[in-house]
């Protein structure tokens, strides 16, 4: 096999691909965010990645499957502890946490609210678990009024603080995350602190783009850290480097929605010619996962599947394409949460041999493992590669523009 120089990865956040066998755990029976979304649409418009295999990891109506796929196809289970954006990436690149991180249907312990109030100088309104987008409806005019921040959880491990950009500047916004990540440490350690900055009129408020995670950094070194330490470049694009804390990253770009990414992933693979290219696609999680939207997730769907041919040919025989998911967020079940699910994983490159299955991994780990191994970095981490499984010359690929 050519040697592989860059490894391009996009995850469609929250993209799962069934229900894991521990999925009633967590609530989550019968969760298939790609399957029962496609069922509540009619099916599914995604001919790029089915030309890729897509079809082949699970029934997809609307996405047959295809005898002569184009890449390598397989789908990976999750054996850390949860169902977060943090822990799904951190598995990705060969670090398992052993615990989950906490959360609070009930909100948050009235010491933490204290000390956090206090910290800021401001009390502050919520303190429940509640969608993004009514809680700022429904405590807006008094956040406005009182200038009291906006607090609120989910059923993952955040603490979110909303405020009116024009009650509370963004960089106070920031601030105020940053004293709450310091405070939410030992058996309070959330994945995320979040800033979820809004604007607008009583009635009329829309969330911006200026949202950002505060997470905590992982517990170990990371493949992104190995292959940085070996001298190639990392780039982030989208939220990947909040993720991370940084760690592992030479470079990152913030992106405003899914379209946004698919352009700054393009721009980078323009300029970036070796390392690695890491993406994250959030709005099937943000936009229509945690909204229960079934038709804008299918319509997600299908706009980046038109988009996969830009990136395709993009792509250089010492290039590896990796598409995948950190977790599942079924629109289509009564929850509004992440779900515990397999993830799709469809690999190409120019130089990989005739496309067949992965099979199922057991582990989200064995990805990071084979980058690191395609780049020959040696990363002690989790994880089986796959790499012996890519080798030789297929056909170019014929994608639908």
Known sequence: MAEIKRVVIIVLDSVGAGALPDAGKYGDEGSN???????????LHMPNLGKLGLGNILEIE???GEPDAL?????????SPGKDTTTG???MMGVHPDRPFPTYPHGFPPDIIEEFEKAVGREILGNKTASGTEIIAELGAEHMKTGKPIVYTSADSVFQIAAHEDIIPIDELYGMCEIARTILRGEHEVGRVIARPF?????NFTRTHRRRDFSVAPP?????DYVKDAGYPVYAVGKISEIFVGQGITAAVHTESNMHGVDMTLKVME???NGIIFTNLVDFDSQWGHRNDPAGYAKGLGAVDARLPEILSKLTPADALFITADHGCDPTTPSTD??????PVVVYGLAFGRPSSLGIRQTFSDLGKTVADLLGVDAPVYGESFKGELCGFPEILQLDG
């Open 62 to 64: 609307g996405v047959p």
């Open 199 to 203: 604007i607008g009129t009583p009635g």
């Open 71 to 79: 890449a390598f196809f397989g789908k990976m289970a999750e054996v």
């Open 89 to 91: 990436h951190w598995e």
């Open 338 to 343: 992440h779900s515990r699910e397999y993830v």
């Open 271 to 273: 300029e970036q010619d």
């Open 33 to 43: 965010t790609l399957g029962n979304t496609a069922k509540a649409v009619g099916g």
């Open 220 to 224: 170990a070194k990371t493949v992104l």
